[in-house]
């Protein structure tokens, strides 16, 4: 079955320590995103990147980096410069056209305690 | 600045009848909108969209209407169901660039049995 995995599904860190959350899409799309949703607030992103070995900013990209080594992994690192990392993150991949929709992950709920 | 907004964060309707969730948008630019349903610690399943040469878009139960004019959309559902109960986002993405996806903060809906 086509899909996106996003893991693990819960995620505990200390403060102070960066964390990388897991992005694997095999729908064969370019496309790959971050978005994070904190509580009674919208989807915001994070970065995208539109091809392997590229990627954009988003709205909030303070605080994280990416990679984009393959078109099936677009990984997302929580820095300890990120001052409010407790959030639920969401991936999605798209294809690379316009009239699309994204298809979403499960999302990854970081915890720093 | 939010580019895309949705003004209730709730609605609560009877089941069997209409649901109608809004959103209104500020950038000319889009020309492809989108709603997702969401439920909690979950990510958002893609419901219905509609390209801005067209004024509606009908599947089953769900109906999405744009008035360009205005930068307004809504969803219909009709008849509501108690399964229905879930966030909607509503999104945006457009000609100048159609892998950046934009997310109103949501309408949680409730319907009741």
């Known amino acids: 079955d086509g899909g996106i995995t996003q893991s693990p599904k819960y995620l505990f860190r200390k403060e102070g320590q960066n964390v990388t959350l897991s992005c694997e899409q095999n729908l064969n799309h370019d496309a790959m995103y971050w978005y994070r949703q904190d509580p009674g607030q919208g989807l915001r992103l994070i970065y995208y990147?539109?091809?392997?070995?590229?990627?954009q900013k988003g709205d909030i990209a303070e605080g994280y980096s990416v990679s984009r080594e393959k078109k099936e992994s677009f990984p997302l690192t929580v820095t300890s410069a990120q001052k409010n990392p407790t959030a639920f993150y969401l991936c999605?991949?798209?294809?690379?056209?316009?009239?699309?929709?994204?298809?979403f992950g499960q999302g990854t709920r970081l915890t720093v305690v | 600045d939010q580019q895309v907004k949705q003004n209730s964060p709730s609605l609560s309707v009877q089941e069997g009848r209409i649901s109608i969730l809004n959103c209104d948008y500020t950038n000319s630019m889009f020309d492809y909108f989108l709603w997702y349903k969401k439920y909690p610690a979950e990510g958002p399943t893609f419901l219905i969209s509609?390209?801005?040469?067209?004024d509606k878009n009908e599947d089953g139960r769900f109906t999405v209407f744009l008035n360009k004019s205005a930068k307004h959309l809504s969803l219909h559902i009709v008849p509501s169901q108690p399964g229905d109960s879930a966030v909607y986002f509503c999104?945006?993405?457009?000609?100048?660039?159609?892998?950046?996806?934009?997310f109103g903060s949501g309408t949680k809906l409730n319907v009741k049995p």
């Open positions: 999605a991949s798209s294809w690379r056209v316009g009239g699309t929709e994204a298809f």
């Open positions: 990147s539109q091809i392997v070995n590229d990627f």
């Open positions: 999104a945006a993405s457009g000609r100048d660039n159609f892998n950046k996806f934009y």
């Open positions: 509609i390209s801005s040469i067209k």
